[in-house]
């Protein structure tokens, strides 16, 4: 009965992501929510918004008890890049690499 909420198009690197993810794998939904309240990082709090709304899909589609509920995958996958340029000295251009993530988190019950 696992539910699952996504989030695409964030703008930040997955690696930055991953490491926030990788703090919230396998836990309880509220002992995950309070880790990502008190992670100091941007992307605690987009994948804590993902986590609620994984949470939200499950209480109004499955009926289930929000206690019973942990996180059973969190992964992030790589997202579209935007290629920008930097103007650097004698005429050479730089390549800027703007990054974007999809986070997945899928939660399931105890």
Do not use: W
Request: glycine letters at 4%; zero cysteines.
């Amino acid at each position: 009965m696992e539910v699952r909420a996504r989030t695409r198009y964030i703008r930040m690197s997955p690696r930055k992501a991953r490491l926030v993810v990788d703090l919230i794998r396998g836990r309880n939904v509220g002992e995950a929510l309070s880790v990502l309240d008190f992670t100091p990082k941007k992307a605690a709090r987009l994948i804590a918004k993902t986590l609620r709304s994984a949470v939200a899909n499950a209480e109004n589609t499955q009926n289930v008890d929000v206690d019973q509920l942990y996180v059973k995958k969190a992964y992030v996958d790589e997202g579209p890049t935007q290629k920008r340029t930097l103007p650097r000295a004698q005429g050479r251009a730089t390549r800027i690499f703007k990054r974007s993530s999809h986070v997945t988190v899928v939660v399931d019950e105890r």
